[in-house]
Each structure stands twice: as structure tokens, then as C-alpha cells.
């Protein structure tokens, strides 16, 4: 129980919390503010239902109280707890997969919904090169944008993919968008990241949180070192394009094992 005047949360799993008289939430506000009398904020959580009225009534009454002068209640049923990680945590992808180990539904919310921005699946053909694969990671370990060049069809795409998903435990957000959509590094403000009822700036999380973007088929007009700007130190942007600019990673010709492993994979 935290005494630091900023946050305190009580939770309980007592049947019938929400019922009668509310004794049991009651009884937890006045535990609360004996342990933590500086508590600004109070979480009340319960993992049953209430009835609609019920929460808003208790909070309302709490906060006419003289003791409750300048603090916050947040009494919170099932509903309203999940109403939460939804809006606060469904773009978070590693809270989410976390989360997705005793609620496996939010990874099914996430991986369903139709503009979750989440990287294609990698091809059932798809033949990892170990060369591509060590050369993007060290580029990516000390640089914020990585651009990987080279013609239609030579596996550009798939590279990226394989990398997102090699590095997805190193960022708390990792997005995929189409060149198509981006046609300069202002249009990165406003790309619509909807998951869940939630719309996000992309170059605010860039800025702001560990995020992997991967442009792919990028615009011409996007210029490496104006999107390597807008990454904080733990962020990184991965582009791929046909017409690579000075310094681009090109994507190599198949190797004749890897070109025997793919024909065989046919």
C-alpha cells in the first residue's frame, strides 16, 4: 500500500461487492485513507459486475465528504476494468501479449480488429537469410532508420516482416503501415491507429515510446534522416522501396542453397 500522497488501489474479489448498503466498498475507502491518509487517487476494484446507477451513486456521495476534498475516487466493476485496458493498453502489444496469457481474448480483440496495423504474417515459403537478418539487426542497434532497397519482388517486404517480429519484445508499440498512405513525414501525425476505440498519433509514440514502424513500399519523397528526427532514443523505423536513397541496406539475390530451400519448399 503505497503512502506517497499520489495513488492508492484497493482490490477485492468479495462476492456481492456492489450489493446492498455497499458496506464492503465503503469499508475499503475508510481502510484506505487510514493506511495512506495523503492518497490523492483511490482505485476501488472489484472483478464482479455492478448494476448500472451503482458505482456513479457511491462515488458521487464519497466525494461530498470533507475528507474527500481534493482527492479522486475510481470505484471500477469487471466492466469498467476492461473498459480500461482496452482504451489504455490495446495499442501496447507487449502489454497485451503479457496480458494475453491469462486473458487470451485481448489478443484476439487486437489481432482481429481490421486496422490494427499489424505486420503480414511471414510466408509458409519464406526462407530466412541469416546474412539479411544479422546485417538489419546491427544497422537497427545503432541506427533510428533503416531503409532496405532493391527490386519488386526480391523479398523486401518479407525481410521486414521477419524483423519486426524477431524484435517485437524490444518495443512497447509496432506498427505497419503502407507507403501508399504516407506521402511525407507530416502525414506520420495523423496515420489512423484504431484498436479498440483508440486513435494514436504515430509520431508522438515514436517520439515518446519504445515503437518499431515499418513503412513499407515507401514514397520516394520520404527522406531517411527527416524520420530518423522523429524517433526518441529507444525507437526505430524500418523502410522498405524500390528506389533506394545513399546508404540503403539492398536486399542481395537469393543464394543458390536458399533458392534450393525455397524450390523445395514449393
Same mark, same amino acid.
Given at each position: 500500500?503505497?503512502?506517497?500522497?499520489?495513488?492508492?488501489?484497493?482490490?477485492?474479489?468479495?462476492?456481492?461487492?456492489?450489493?446492498g448498503?455497499?458496506?464492503?466498498p465503503?469499508?475499503?475507502?475508510?481502510?484506505?485513507?487510514s493506511?495512506?491518509?495523503?492518497?490523492?487517487?483511490?482505485?476501488?476494484?472489484?472483478s464482479?459486475?455492478?448494476?448500472?446507477?451503482v458505482?456513479?451513486?457511491?462515488?458521487?456521495?464519497?466525494?461530498?465528504?470533507?475528507?474527500m476534498?481534493?482527492?479522486?475516487?475510481?470505484?471500477?466493476?469487471?466492466?469498467?476494468?476492461?473498459?480500461?485496458?482496452?482504451?489504455?493498453?490495446m495499442?501496447r502489444?507487449?502489454a497485451?501479449?503479457?496480458?494475453?496469457?491469462?486473458?487470451?481474448?485481448?489478443?484476439?480483440?487486437?489481432?482481429?480488429?481490421?486496422a490494427?496495423?499489424?505486420?503480414?504474417?511471414?510466408?509458409?515459403?519464406?526462407?530466412?537469410?541469416?546474412?539479411?537478418?544479422?546485417?538489419?539487426?546491427?544497422?537497427?542497434?545503432?541506427?533510428?532508420?533503416?531503409?532496405?532497397?532493391? +527490386?519488386?519482388?526480391?523479398g523486401? !517486404?518479407?525481410? *521486414?516482416? =521477419?524483423?519486426?517480429?524477431?524484435? #517485437?519484445?524490444?518495443?512497447?508499440?509496432?506498427?505497419?503501415?503502407?507507403?501508399?498512405?504516407?506521402?511525407?513525414?507530416?502525414?506520420?501525425?495523423?496515420?489512423?491507429?484504431q484498436?479498440?476505440?483508440a486513435?494514436?498519433?504515430?509520431?508522438?509514440?515514436l517520439?515518446?515510446?519504445?515503437?518499431?514502424?515499418?513503412?513499407d513500399?515507401?514514397?520516394?519523397?520520404?527522406?531517411?534522416d527527416?524520420?530518423a528526427a522523429?524517433?526518441?532514443l529507444?525507437?526505430?523505423?524500418? +523502410?522498405?522501396r524500390q528506389?533506394? !536513397?545513399?546508404? *540503403?541496406? =539492398?536486399?542481395?539475390?537469393?543464394? #543458390?542453397t536458399?533458392?534450393?530451400?525455397?524450390?523445395?519448399?514449393?
Amino acid at each position: 500500500m503505497s503512502e506517497d500522497g499520489s495513488l492508492v488501489v484497493e482490490a477485492s474479489i468479495v462476492q456481492k461487492y456492489f450489493s446492498g448498503a455497499m458496506t464492503k466498498p465503503w469499508g475499503d475507502l475508510d481502510h484506505t485513507l487510514s493506511l495512506a491518509p495523503r492518497a490523492q487517487d483511490i482505485y476501488l476494484l472489484s472483478s464482479q459486475r455492478a448494476q448500472t446507477g451503482v458505482i456513479e451513486a457511491m462515488v458521487n456521495t464519497a466525494l461530498q465528504q470533507t475528507r474527500m476534498n481534493g482527492r479522486h475516487l475510481h470505484l471500477m466493476d469487471s466492466r469498467s476494468i476492461a473498459e480500461a485496458i482496452i482504451d489504455t493498453l490495446m495499442l501496447r502489444d507487449d502489454a497485451i501479449d503479457d496480458l494475453a496469457q491469462h486473458l487470451p481474448v485481448l489478443a484476439d480483440i487486437r489481432d482481429d480488429h481490421p486496422a490494427s496495423l499489424r505486420a503480414p504474417p511471414i510466408s509458409a515459403l519464406y526462407v530466412p537469410n541469416n546474412a539479411v537478418d544479422t546485417e538489419l539487426d546491427r544497422r537497427l542497434e545503432k541506427t533510428a532508420c533503416v531503409e532496405i532497397g532493391g +527490386i519488386g519482388g526480391i523479398g523486401k !517486404s518479407q525481410a *521486414a516482416a =521477419a524483423c519486426l517480429l524477431r524484435n #517485437e519484445c524490444y518495443f512497447e508499440y509496432r506498427f505497419w503501415v503502407s507507403g501508399r498512405d504516407i506521402d511525407g513525414v507530416e502525414r506520420l501525425s495523423s496515420v489512423p491507429v484504431q484498436r479498440g476505440g483508440a486513435e494514436r498519433n504515430v509520431s508522438a509514440l515514436l517520439r515518446r515510446n519504445r515503437t518499431f514502424l515499418v513503412i513499407d513500399n515507401a514514397s520516394p519523397s520520404l527522406a531517411v534522416d527527416q524520420l530518423a528526427a522523429l524517433c526518441g532514443l529507444n525507437s526505430r523505423i524500418l +523502410i522498405t522501396r524500390q528506389t533506394p !536513397s545513399p546508404g *540503403a541496406f =539492398a536486399m542481395p539475390t537469393m543464394e #543458390e542453397t536458399l533458392a534450393r530451400e525455397l524450390l523445395g519448399k514449393g
